[in-house]
């Protein structure tokens, strides 16, 4: 987006009444609120409404003695367009909690139409079956409905068949911008890179990357995540003998009928394309669990690449992520704000982040002035 655009102009600014200077006065009726009372996860959302122009709602979301959430409104809302904005911090399912919990409030007290601004939308990696699990992103959409949300704003859904999961609209936006815009600016010599890609499955997006900039593009491939493979979710695993009496049933041909099924053996980390003498910029959507990163950075090291930088959408970087990027050979991990990680900031300084308050407080702008949203998908690929 154009930093000299204003989101919001001189003769819509809101005009005070009765001497109140610190009321959240509507804007052509709509409010922002945030579902979570933490310092680190309002951050964002006051970023929203200083670039909107208007004061964050008037709320309050704390945990009962029983660990019960609850939501107590305190200004009203009928008849008015709310956004929630909830970032999703380690406490993953509180959050979810406070999330349906102020939906259903905000409904109850006939506010118009109610939409979710939720940068990162949890269990985004449980959108396919495994095993004899679930498809938890889809119960999430439904529950999501069932409390009154009519819409949603997020970024970079880790797959994109996930809109088709719920029932109303869906805008998924692109932090592709902000940090090609990084690479341009904040990477010496960026014309000396290569793009890396550190799964085939990562391909797409690297590659999308890697056009916009005119960059080389490098695929790793080995020691595959089965937790990402569709041969993990069990079908392929041979039933339990068992003693049947009388009919059996259809028997189901297969060749290797008498032959023990072995685990398949898993295939060396394997770089296809030459990173020799470069800058290996790797591209993902979340990084969480960072050890298939320091390992891709370890060999990317061994093939020659003098700097290593992981870009990525999500940083939650779990557990001792924080602690191991400090250690390995990677020079920098950048991320944007979607999720609070000021705590990893401090644990490690590799770690730099990327505002993406702008796009998401246009998309709120837009959504209520019923405009296209097209703009904010300029310049973005089909497979980014």
């Known amino acids: ?72 409104v305190k200004e009203s809302v009928r008849g008015q367009d ?17 999330l349906l919990v102020m939906a259903y409030a905000l409904k109850t007290s006939c506010a118009k139409n109610i939409i979710g601004v939720i940068p990162y939308f949890p269990y985004s990696k449980q959108c ?17 409905a069932k409390a009154g949300l009519t819409h949603i704003i997020t970024m970079d859904l880790h797959q994109k068949e996930i809109q088709g999961f719920f ?72 039933p339990l003998s068992r003693v049947t009496t009388g009919h059996t049933g259809l028997e189901l041909p297969c060749k290797t009928k008498n032959i023990m099924m072995m685990a398949k ?36 090291k061994e093939r020659g690449a003098y700097k290593i930088y992981i870009m990525a959408t999500h940083g939650l970087l779990s557990a001792d992520g924080p602690r191991l990027i400090e250690e390995s050979a990677i020079d920098e991990v950048v991320v944007t704000n979607t999720v609070p990680h000021e705590v990893q900031k401090l644990q490690c300084p590799k770690i730099k982040t990327v505002d993406v308050s702008m796009i998401l407080a246009e998309a709120i702008r837009r959504i209520h002035n019923g405009e296209s949203m097209a703009y904010l998908f300029r310049n973005i690929a089909v497979d980014d």
Not at 128 to 144: D, E, Y
Not at 192 to 213: D, F, G, H, M
Not at 277 to 299: K, L, P, Q, S
């Open 1 to 72: 987006l154009p930093r000299s655009m204003s989101l919001v102009s001189n003769s819509q600014r809101p005009k005070l009444s009765y001497g109140y200077t610190k009321m959240n006065i509507s804007r052509g009726g709509y409010r922002v609120f945030s579902a979570n009372s933490t310092t680190a996860c309002t951050e964002l959302a006051k970023k929203i409404t200083e670039r909107l122009g208007v004061e964050l709602g008037k709320s309050v979301v704390y945990q009962e003695s029983n660990s019960e959430t609850r939501v107590d």
């Open 82 to 98: 709310i956004f929630i904005i909830q970032t999703i911090p380690r406490d993953v399912n509180t959050a979810i909690m406070e």
């Open 128 to 144: 396919k079956m495994r095993k004899r699990g679930s498809i938890v992103c889809k119960l999430l959409a439904a529950m999501l």
């Open 167 to 238: 029932s109303f609209p869906v805008d998924n936006l692109r932090a592709s911008p902000f940090l090609i815009q990084y690479i341009q600016e904040e990477i010496p010599d960026y014309r000396n890179a290569i793009i890396v890609a550190k799964s085939p499955s990562a391909a797409k997006r690297a590659q999308s990357y890697a056009e916009r900039l005119r960059l080389g593009l490098a695929v790793m491939h080995g020691e595959a995540n089965h937790s990402e493979s569709d041969m993990a979710d069990g079908r392929q695993s041979p």
């Open 265 to 300: 053996e898993k295939p060396p980390i394997t770089v296809v394309g030459d990173v020799g003498g470069r800058i290996a910029i790797i591209i993902d959507d979340i990084i969480d669990d960072v050890e298939d990163f320091v390992a891709a950075a370890e060999i990317l």
